[in-house]
């Protein structure tokens, strides 16, 4: 499974940003399957952002991006996205994202396969 991260950039405090995330090499459509955003600021560890299931029913997000992204998969396309509004200076940090095969999940342990990670940066 390959997962191609792309969309970050620098961007102003209160800019939007949408992070997409195409995955090829094998055919998904579990239901169970989660497809994530994490991401790892400087100096810090890989915390999760935002998941949301195959199917599209079921989503989860951090507290510290409620209200601002949104996750959205197209299932047609094998991709999944991160729409990122009033953007801050602590949402820098390269994201990543993520298939976890078995079940949805905000553990970065229960994804199998990872993407290569985009740089988001954020200037006051």
């Known amino acids: 499974v390959q997962l191609q991260a792309s969309g970050g950039g620098l961007v102003q405090a209160g800019d939007s940003l949408r992070l997409s995330c195409a995955a090829s090499?094998?055919?998904?459509?579990?239901?169970?399957?989660?497809l994530g955003w994490f991401r790892q600021a400087p100096g810090k560890d890989r915390e999760f952002v935002a998941a949301?299931?195959?199917?599209?029913?079921?989503?989860y997000q951090a507290d510290s991006v409620k209200g601002r992204f949104t996750i959205s998969r197209d299932a047609a396309k094998n991709t999944v996205y991160l729409q990122m509004n009033s953007l801050k200076p602590e949402d820098t940090a390269v994201y990543y994202c993520?298939?976890?095969?078995?079940?949805?999940?905000?553990?970065?342990?229960?994804?199998?396969?990872w993407g290569q990670g985009t740089l988001v940066t954020v200037s006051a």
């Open positions: 993520a298939v976890a095969s078995r079940k949805m999940s905000k553990a970065d342990y229960d994804y199998d396969y």
């Open positions: 949301i299931s195959w199917s599209g029913f079921t989503k």
């Open positions: 090499g094998r055919t998904f459509g579990a239901n169970n399957m989660g």
